[in-house]
């Protein structure tokens, strides 16, 4: 009677078999089986795609393929834009698969405030396992290492970002269910005004111009984390 897209979060609520952490309230999913209409696609340049694939889709029939560009720091990026802007305790949860050699994944929660602008990314390096926050406009800064990742595209990692808009500290980055503590570090404000809104993304990006496939799946948005 119902397919599953009905039944979604409230079998994200009462804990059905699932990668996602499940902790909080959720606000938005998406595993692309309607396309990627809730989504703003974005690339660096003509060397770069995204688009939706069926070939390694953790929840069938699709995931998104994303291509980056090899032209300077080439990029392929999806982007939601949230419709009202939120305080508290947001996380931005996904499941991603790569190929070896990835250079950059980078998670992001981006908020406006009275004062500016909040940024609030994570950037993983597969090839050292370093962890960074900060952003391309204002360098990024080493805080934890988990390992070098030896993937294989077939493989699922879950991933969350959980960050505090109303204090305006990082709270946790968690890789495959294992936290790394982040409540001591601050997020980025640069002092330019910005519409009152607040958007979430996930890109694949390079640094010595080589394209990589990375591939997304099962994105979800939660507020009021414990």
Not at 40 to 49: H, K, R, V
Not at 112 to 134: E, F, N, W
Request: negative net charge; aromatic residues 14%; contains cysteine.
């Amino acid at each position: 009677l119902y397919g599953l897209d009905d039944l979604a979060e409230h079998a994200v609520r009462v804990g059905a078999v699932s990668s996602w952490e499940r902790i909080g309230h959720v606000i938005f999913q998406d595993n692309f089986k309607e396309g990627l209409g809730a989504w703003l696609p974005q690339i660096s340049d003509a060397t770069a795609n995204l688009c939706l694939f069926t070939g390694n889709a953790q929840s069938p029939p699709y995931c998104v393929k994303l291509w980056n560009g090899i032209v300077g720091f080439g990029y392929a990026r999806i982007q939601h834009y949230l419709g009202y802007a939120y305080r508290g305790l947001c996380g931005l949860e996904c499941n991603v698969a790569f190929e070896t050699g990835t250079e950059r994944l980078i998670f992001g929660i981006f908020s406006s405030l009275p004062t500016g602008r909040q940024y609030c990314h994570v950037r993983l390096v597969p090839t050292t396992g370093d962890l960074a926050h900060g952003s391309d406009l204002v360098g990024w800064t080493n805080f934890a290492n988990i390992g070098v990742i030896a993937p294989l595209v077939q493989e699922w990692y879950n991933v969350k970002l959980v960050v505090d808009l109303t204090t305006g500290f990082y709270s946790k980055f968690v890789w495959q269910g294992v936290p790394v503590d982040m409540r001591a570090i601050p997020t980025h404000v640069i002092g330019a005004l910005a519409p009152y809104y607040w958007r979430v993304f996930i890109e694949n990006q390079t640094a010595t111009f080589t394209h990589h496939l990375v591939y997304v799946d099962d994105v979800i948005v939660t507020i009021d984390q414990p």
